[in-house]
């Protein structure tokens, strides 16, 4: 066991990748090398920031991987990241008040399928970097497996669904702005799209937040992130909630023991380097009971609705001066 180091090749990142402003500075990195699957990462020399954008509030690191880096690392990586989970799947009974009638469904970041497996829509369809025998055989059939990346856009059916799934996903945009636009249009006109992202807004410090030590994670985001989404996109916020993360809300009492233990532990170097040694890096675990994530569910408004109506009517006022 134990990691190999990798060199990769960063960029500097000074305006939101979602909206276009400068940032301010809020935090920073405190590491001096990310882990991810069986790689020592070292970040720049020039260390990490956080930074907040003064428009939409998302919060962004000053300094990312390159596309082709993390590319690299993550193809290489990901499949031995995505573990079989047993049960029931843990969104499920969150997502049931939008699952009602709903005949298509998608899947963003399905991984081995785990979710997919426990849903009983007609068309059933899953989207990731690389594709996965596990994942393949759940939906073969039954939808499409569309492999790529959100940000470039990629090739699909073009027939949108009643309700798409992005648990996960949010954080690990590096031009948010064009990947947002093309997750949205997976979805219907009056269709869902759930999602689960960190919210940076609920931790004391957001650069010891062991969410923002993770090498795949570049941008963060909270309420008032999602809100800027609905002035940008024809979409509606239906739900926000704040909640332990998926993971964690399903965990028997003997890892949240494990788990609270490894937290408490994880500043000692002794212990940080036992844990590095046997391959897992001790700064990547959150507390059992940590309530760091958003539950967010965005309805896309059909045309010619109300909302979208009074926006384009504000619009319109705008331009010509009557605002
Ligand atoms: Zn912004």
Redesign the pocket.
């Known amino acids: 066991m134990g990691f190999r180091r990798l060199d990769i090749d960063y960029q500097e990142i000074t305006c ?1 990748p ?4 400068d940032g301010a500075e809020r935090s920073v990195l405190r590491r001096p090398s990310y882990y991810f699957a069986r790689f020592e990462i070292p970040l720049p020399r020039t260390g990490v920031a956080l930074l907040e ?1 003064p ?4 919060l962004f690191k000053s300094a990312t991987p390159t596309a082709q880096s993390c590319d690299a690392v993550m193809l290489n990586g990901a499949t031995d990241v995505w573990r079989p989970k047993t049960g029931e799947h843990p969104a499920l009974p969150m997502m049931r008040p939008y699952m009602e009638g709903a005949e298509s469904f998608l899947d963003i970041g399905a991984s081995n399928g785990d979710l997919l497996a426990q849903i009983g829509a007609r068309r059933l369809s899953a989207m990731d970097i690389v594709q996965y025998a596990p994942c393949k055989a759940v939906i073969d059939g039954r939808g499409e497996y569309i492999i790529g990346q959100l940000e470039k856009g990629v090739t699909w059916s073009n027939q949108p669904y009643d309700v798409v799934t992005a648990f996960d996903v949010f954080e690990h945009f590096l031009e948010a702005d064009s990947a947002v636009s093309n997750v949205l249009a997976f979805v219907k006109s009056g269709g869902y799209l759930v999602i689960e992202t960190g919210d940076w807004r609920t931790v004391p410090d957001p650069g010891s937040w062991y969410y923002t030590n993770l090498f795949e994670h570049q941008i963060f985001w909270t309420r008032r ?1 999602f809100e ?1 989404l609905q002035e940008r996109f024809p979409l509606a916020i239906t739900q926000y909630s704040l909640v332990n993360h998926k993971g964690r809300r399903a965990m028997g009492l003997a890892k949240r023991i494990a788990l609270s233990a490894i937290v408490r532990l994880a500043p000692n170097p002794l212990f940080r380097k036992a844990m590095l040694n046997a391959g897992r890096d001790p700064g990547h675990f959150g507390a059992p009971g940590l309530v760091d994530h958003a539950f967010v569910v965005l309805k896309r408004l059909e045309a010619g609705s109300e909302a979208i109506q009074g926006r384009t009517a504000m619009a319109a006022a705008v331009a010509t001066g009557d605002l």
């Open positions: 939101c979602l909206c276009g402003q954008c428009h939409c509030s998302l992130t800027y």
